[in-house]
């Protein structure tokens, strides 16, 4: 069993940046995926970003692609979020899943654990 643990976010201006990161603890990350999603108030989670452990290739959704980088720390077993360019309608808990496999199988309704969030709000 995976535990996946988010930190980083807070309050961020219009047009700056943010780096969340994914504590994952409980078994070896080389056989999981590692997804990044987000939700907004009154909308569903979406996801934008999965990485697969067993060979570090990352894959963008549409959403937010050219404006986030995902990166893993295999040593730290952490998987880091960046984004830049933030607008207002980014603001949403941004939550770290995992599932077991590789490749590009993050999907919201195929993970098998989640971390509980960290909440970015984009406001000046």
């Known amino acids: 069993q995976l535990q996946l643990v988010e930190s980083g976010g807070g309050l961020v201006q219009p047009g700056g940046s943010v780096r969340l990161s994914c504590a994952v603890s409980g078994s070896t990350f080389d056989y999981h995926s590692i997804g990044w999603f987000r939700q907004s108030p009154g909308k569903a989670r979406e996801g934008f970003s999965c990485?697969?452990?067993?060979?570090?290739?990352?894959y963008y959704r549409d959403a937010m692609k050219g404006r986030v980088t995902t990166s893993v720390d295999k040593h730290m077993n952490i998987v880091s979020l960046e984004m830049n360019s933030l607008k207002p309608e980014d603001t949403a808990i941004y939550y770290c899943?995992?599932?077991?496999?590789?490749?590009?199988?993050?999907?919201?309704?195929?993970?098998?654990?989640w971390g509980k969030g960290t909440l970015v709000t984009v406001s000046s």
């Open positions: 990485i697969s452990g067993y060979d570090g290739r990352v």
């Open positions: 899943a995992s599932r077991s496999g590789s490749g590009d199988i993050c999907s919201r309704g195929l993970m098998d654990y």
